[in-house]
């Protein structure tokens, strides 16, 4: 039981530590590309470094807020499993009482006869 | 049982694979979309538990068998338990995409009035003994079983709402389509794989009850 507790909180910490120290994968080669292919198909003249700066600020809000969003995603799941493991905690305590009281009074009549 | 367990523990660990590996990022909500896989799976193994507990009422009115009561109530226990999950995951879900922790919309209301019921039904149960606790809590637990159709439909019936619509769920991308159908398996053998340990451990204690009374019976007498 604690064997499966431990483990799964590892892995439960595991994601925690991947998901907040993942970072926005867009690098500067794929922004350029991006706003290139954007400027080529426009049907309408546009100015590239206007649709550049657009781009760049866009991807600040969303590198802003990733942090953010991946804490919300993380306690999310922290929760789910502080709910399961509790249960199975209060599972396993159950039963090792039922054990405990089983062998108890399986004891007793044997006690009486000695 | 151990078969289950087999199936349940690798399903899990695979759906968390696709939920953090896989599934494609939501252009919306973007990673906090996440918790959809295991709040909405959640929430349907809900709507299964207390079906399991509605049906074994009913077959406990008509037969009264005692092990029919011990099942329906195993299921009761583990679905509240999915039904806390759903509960307490959502606000997260909710604080980010709506700036509320709670809302009493419609379907978190119909959703906590379900919980709520059900933690009366494990109140009465304590409350009562034998016959009694087996037939109060049957009657309650397919009165409370009312309640999951119309949190399910709950959307429809109450427009206006916060929550999507229920045929969001079926239009989404491949990849989160795929991830979200192995969510709900994993969670289903999960919760399958509890009602039999549970289920167990009620019988046993049963049956450790019944031997303990004969005892002081006998001693007594």
Same mark, same amino acid.
């Given at each position: 039981?604690k064997i499966?507790?431990?483990?799964? /909180?590892?892995?439960?910490? +595991? #994601? /925690?530590?991947?998901?907040?120290?993942?970072?926005?994968?867009?690098?500067?080669d794929?922004?350029?590309?991006?706003?290139s *292919?954007?400027?080529s198909?426009?049907e309408?003249p546009?100015d590239? %470094?206007?649709v *550049?700066?657009v781009?760049?600020?866009?991807?600040a809000?969303? %590198?802003k807020g990733?942090?953010?969003?991946?804490?919300?995603?993380?306690?999310?799941y922290?929760?789910i499993w502080?709910?399961?493991?509790?249960?199975?905690l209060?599972? +396993?305590?159950? @039963?090792?009482?039922?054990?405990?009281? #089983?062998?108890?009074? *399986?004891q007793?009549?044997?006690?009486? %006869?000695n | 049982?151990k078969i !289950?367990?087999?199936?349940?523990?690798?399903? $899990?660990?695979?759906?968390?694979?696709? $939920?953090?590996?896989?599934a &494609?990022i939501?252009?919306?909500?973007?990673?906090? @979309?996440?918790? /959809?896989?295991?709040?909405?799976?959640?929430?349907?193994?809900?709507?299964?538990?207390?079906?399991?507990?509605c049906v074994?009422?009913?077959?406990?009115?008509i037969?009264?068998?005692?092990?029919?009561d011990?099942?329906?109530?195993?299921?009761?226990? !583990?679905?509240?338990?999915?039904?806390?999950?759903?509960l #307490?995951?959502g606000? !997260?879900?909710? &604080?980010?995409a709506?700036n509320?922790?709670?809302?009493? *919309?419609a379907?978190?209301?119909? =959703?906590?009035?379900?919980?709520?019921?059900?933690?009366?039904?494990?109140?009465? &149960?304590?409350?009562?003994?034998d016959?009694?606790r087996?037939?109060?809590?049957?009657v #309650? +637990?397919?009165?409370?079983y009312?309640d999951?159709?119309i949190v399910?439909?709950a959307?429809?019936?109450?427009?206006g709402g916060?929550?999507?619509? &229920?045929?969001?769920?079926?239009s989404?991308e =491949? =990849?989160m389509?795929?991830t979200?159908?192995v969510?709900l398996?994993a969670?289903?053998?999960?919760?399958?794989?509890?009602?039999?340990?549970?289920?167990?451990?009620?019988?046993?204690?049963?049956?450790? %009850? $019944?031997? @303990?009374?004969?005892?002081?019976e006998?001693?007594?007498?």
């Amino acid at each position: 039981m604690k064997i499966l507790v431990l483990v799964s /909180f590892v892995i439960v910490l +595991g #994601l /925690f530590l991947f998901a907040t120290q993942v970072p926005v994968d867009i690098t500067p080669d794929k922004v350029l590309a991006a706003v290139s *292919e954007a400027v080529s198909k426009s049907e309408v003249p546009v100015d590239e %470094e206007v649709v *550049e700066q657009v781009v760049l600020s866009s991807i600040a809000v969303l %590198e802003k807020g990733q942090s953010t969003r991946l804490k919300y995603l993380a306690s999310a799941y922290l929760v789910i499993w502080l709910v399961f493991m509790l249960y199975v905690l209060r599972l +396993g305590q159950q @039963q090792q009482a039922l054990d405990k009281r #089983l062998a108890q009074l *399986e004891q007793t009549p044997e006690a009486e %006869e000695n | 049982m151990k078969i !289950i367990a087999v199936i349940a523990a690798p399903l $899990i660990f695979i759906s968390l694979y696709l $939920i953090f590996g896989y599934a &494609r990022i939501e252009g919306t909500m973007l990673e906090v @979309q996440k918790i /959809f896989y295991y709040h909405v799976s959640a929430a349907l193994t809900v709507f299964v538990a207390f079906g399991v507990n509605c049906v074994f009422s009913i077959k406990y009115l008509i037969q009264r068998k005692p092990n029919d009561d011990l099942l329906a109530a195993a299921a009761a226990e !583990i679905g509240l338990i999915f039904c806390t999950i759903a509960l #307490l995951s959502g606000p !997260i879900w909710a &604080r980010y995409a709506w700036n509320t922790w709670w809302n009493w *919309e419609a379907r978190l209301t119909s =959703t906590l009035v379900l919980w709520l019921m059900y933690i009366g039904y494990f109140i009465l &149960r304590s409350a009562l003994e034998d016959d009694k606790r087996g037939r109060y809590s049957a009657v #309650l +637990g397919i009165i409370a079983y009312l309640d999951v159709p119309i949190v399910y439909y709950a959307v429809d019936i109450w427009q206006g709402g916060l929550h999507p619509d &229920r045929g969001t769920k079926w239009s989404l991308e =491949t =990849t989160m389509q795929q991830t979200w159908m192995v969510a709900l398996l994993a969670l289903i053998f999960l919760f399958t794989c509890l009602l039999i340990v549970r289920y167990q451990m009620k019988k046993a204690q049963a049956r450790y %009850e $019944i031997i @303990q009374q004969k005892y002081l019976e006998e001693a007594s007498g």
